[in-house]
T-cell receptor, first 113, second 110 residues
């Protein structure tokens, strides 16, 4: 199984809502990533978890809160988002953090109204 | 921080043509990735390479570490190859993830 799954596929939320994005992999990978991608732009790294511990937080606003409950699961909790946070949110995983091939999920298309 | 440049930004070609997309970077790397993204879709990893050349089907990726340059070639291009191709590098060490190029938008016309 070389698949990274993400749910939901699409999400529309108001600025006062709280929602969560979910990412799952069963490849035994120990590194998992959240990326944000705006239209016609490359992905931007938000968070990296390595062995279930947060390794990189690229100065992401606190309205985005990651969580790694176990080695297969990665969540991104959303609260009080702004319309400019509308984007495609991609999850990826790799065998370990570093020079390893990353496997990407299909993404969650988020719209903040 | 590594600067990753891709060229061309946009490329339109006819079915069957040989396609080359280039990627150059400014600082030594541990690995370079070529990724494919279809419109509105997720990202598929095509290659990860740190030296030499790799081939998968009609796709060939090469890297020249001394020149800090990589190329992605598509032979016998097909309309289903139409996508954005992204080069991303991992420089290694410290708090660093992948650094992405801006992508090459490829359209193959029948």
């Amino acid at each position: 199984d070389t698949e990274v799954t993400q749910t939901p596929k699409h999400l529309v939320m108001g600025m006062t809502n709280k929602k969560s994005l979910k990412c799952e992999q069963h490849m035994g990978h120990r590194a998992m990533y959240w990326y944000k991608q705006k239209a016609k732009k490359p992905p931007e790294l938000m968070f990296v978890y390595s062995y279930e511990k947060l390794s990189i937080n690229e100065s992401v606003p606190s309205r985005f809160s990651p969580e790694c409950p176990n080695s297969s699961l990665l969540n991104l909790h959303l609260h009080a988002l702004q319309p400019e946070d509308s984007a495609l949110y991609l999850c990826a995983s790799s065998q370990d953090w570093g020079s390893y091939e990353q496997y990407f999920g299909p993404g969650t298309r988020l719209t903040v109204t | 921080k590594n600067e990753v440049e891709q060229s061309p930004q946009n490329l339109t070609a006819q079915e069957g043509e040989f396609i080359t997309i280039n990627c150059s970077y400014s600082v030594g790397i541990s690995a370079l990735h070529w990724l494919q993204q279809h419109p509105g879709g997720g990202i598929v990893s095509l290659f990860m390479l740190s030296s030499g050349k790799k081939k998968h089907g009609r796709l060939i990726a090469t890297i020249n570490i001394q020149e800090k340059h990589s190329s992605l070639h598509i032979t016998a291009s097909h309309p289903r190859d139409s996508a954005v191709y992204i080069c991303a590098v991992y420089s290694g060490g410290g708090a660093d993830g992948l650094t992405f190029g801006k992508g090459t938008h490829l359209i193959i016309q029948p």
